[in-house]
């Protein structure tokens, strides 16, 4: 009776686990960021999702076109995703999350354990 139990919390935990999966956000697509100095690619890249510079306008910060970030992200809900944030270049790894609408995203990345923020708002190319 134990076993016929788990099996049914274990399915029902399954099910459950793929229906959210499959309504989590998904911030693939083209972006360009609030300021409009950049024009960045998120896709998915191996089991990680990838922010690629496209395009940018002031490299005097050191953006180029070309560099990628790469994001560990996990549902957190329907419209949010939370993980990490590598960035090769800067050799630096952010807290980020990233929140998913229709056409528009809302980034916030954070270093030193979530005392030094950013936020940053991007809108769907056309």
Known sequence: ??????????????????????QSADP???WLRD???ARVRIA???SNICATNLWIRDTSKGEEAGDRLVMSLEP???DTLAGT???AKRDRTYSITVQVSDRSLLTR????GGVLCRNVHWQLAR
Do not use: E, F
Not at 109 to 112: A, D, F
């Open 85 to 87: 944030a590598y960035d």
């Open 28 to 30: 693939s697509g083209v």
């Open 44 to 46: 998915p890249c191996g």
């Open 109 to 112: 990345g954070c270093i030193l």
């Open 1 to 22: 009776m134990r076993l016929a139990i788990l099996a049914a919390y274990a399915a029902v935990i399954s099910t459950a686990t793929a229906s959210y999966a499959q």
């Open 35 to 37: 300021d409009g100095n």
């Open 76 to 78: 957190k809900s329907p």
